[in-house]
Structure formats: C-alpha cells, structure tokens
C-alpha cells in the first residue's frame, strides 16, 4: 500500500500545496470553488459521506470514494487517520482519478474523461495567459491600425458648397452694410 501511485500523488499535492485535509478546509476550498475533486476514505462514517455530498453540491465539486481506508490516507498525509480531502489544482486532480480508473474502469472512468477535459482546458487558459504576459512584457501589440480618416476635400475658390444661413449660399465675397 505505501508504494501505491495514486498515494505517491497525494503526497506529492500535498508538497506541493494544492491538497486541503479535514472536514473544516475541504468545506472551505468547496464554497470558496477552489476545490476541484472531493476525496472519500473507503471506511468513512455515514455522516461524513453525507456532509461530502453538500460539499460537493454547494460548490459543484465531484466527489469520489477511494478504495483506500482513513488509516491509508492518514499515513501518506502525514496524520493518524483522514477521511475526507480535497484536490485543489484540476492537474493532480485529474491524475489521481486516471489512476483510480486504471485500477477500477468501470467506477471512476466517467469521471476520469470529465476532469481530464477540465484540466485541458485549465492548460489551455495557463498557456495563453503566459503567452499574453510575454508579450505585454516584449511590448508587443495586437496588430491594429486605426480606422482610415476622410480628409476633408480642399474648398473650391470663389464657390462654397454649404449654404449660408437662411440657406442662402455663401459666396466668397463678405458684405459689411
């Protein structure tokens, strides 16, 4: 069981900062949306899969159940026992659940190809924000120009094409009385 890979990869979110352990911080990272996949001990009380469940309702998190027990997810993590964890980056997310979908397809393999696209798209957004940082540090620009002007046609001598007020038309001569 400790060389397991799908443990080797909560170890290494949870070096990594992107795991929330205990009832109270998966809560948290649930309603705030930072969560992106709710983690279920095999043996976990009734109560407690019941309050995964509003969890994962309240901010519109998956949620799964392992096939390890609290004492498996507590040795990796680093405590006696956890029963309840939250993935918060969709990548470590993502990897965990084709993990588990290797070793139980017809479980977990839905919910492998749902948080694989998720985490494509997250990739996606990453690269082009990068890419738009760099180019705003290179100073480059989005290829515009502006609009063409009309320019104003030079006046003809002697004749004016407005009329005047009182829609006379104005010639080039000016009358003082």
Same mark, same amino acid.
């Not at 040795?75 to 470590?92: E, I, K, P, Q, W």
């Not at 705003?136 to 609009?147: E, I």
């Given at each position: 069981?400790?060389? /397991?890979?799908?443990?080797?990869? +909560? @170890?290494?979110?949870?070096?990594?900062? $992107?795991?929330?352990?205990?009832?109270?911080?998966?809560?948290?990272?649930?309603?705030?949306? &930072?969560?992106?996949?709710?983690?279920?001990? @095999?043996?976990?009380?009734?109560?407690?899969?019941? $309050?995964?469940?509003? *969890?994962?309702?309240?901010?519109?998190?998956?949620?799964?159940?392992?096939? *390890?027990?609290?004492?498996? +997810?507590?040795?990796? +993590?680093?405590?006696?026992?956890? %029963?309840?964890?939250?993935? #918060? /980056?969709?990548? *470590?997310?993502?990897?965990?659940?084709?993990?588990?979908? %290797?070793? /139980?397809?017809?479980?977990?393999?839905?919910?492998?190809?749902?948080?694989? #696209?998720?985490? /494509?798209?997250? *990739?996606?957004?990453?690269?082009? &924000?990068?890419?738009?940082?760099?180019?705003?540090?290179?100073?480059? $620009?989005?290829p515009w120009a502006p609009p063409p002007r009309e320019a104003p046609s030079p006046p003809q001598q002697g004749k #004016? %094409?407005?009329?005047?007020?009182?829609?006379?038309?104005? #010639?080039?001569?000016? $009358?003082?009385?």
């Amino acid at each position: 069981m400790p060389n /397991d890979p799908i443990l080797h990869l +909560l @170890g290494l979110a949870k070096k990594a900062g $992107r795991l929330e352990i205990g009832e109270e911080p998966v809560g948290a990272a649930c309603r705030a949306r &930072q969560a992106k996949l709710l983690l279920l001990a @095999g043996d976990a009380a009734p109560n407690t899969r019941r $309050r995964a469940a509003h *969890f994962s309702e309240a901010g519109n998190v998956l949620w799964l159940e392992t096939p *390890f027990d609290k004492a498996a +997810l507590g040795l990796v +993590l680093g405590r006696s026992s956890c %029963a309840m964890l939250a993935l #918060t /980056d969709a990548g *470590f997310s993502a990897a965990v659940v084709e993990k588990l979908a %290797a070793r /139980d397809p017809d479980k977990y393999s839905p919910a492998a190809q749902q948080l694989r #696209t998720k985490a /494509d798209r997250v *990739f996606q957004r990453q690269k082009e &924000q990068r890419r738009h940082e760099k180019n705003l540090r290179q100073g480059k $620009r989005k290829p515009w120009a502006p609009p063409p002007r009309e320019a104003p046609s030079p006046p003809q001598q002697g004749k #004016t %094409a407005k009329p005047g007020p009182g829609g006379r038309r104005l #010639t080039g001569k000016l $009358r003082h009385s």
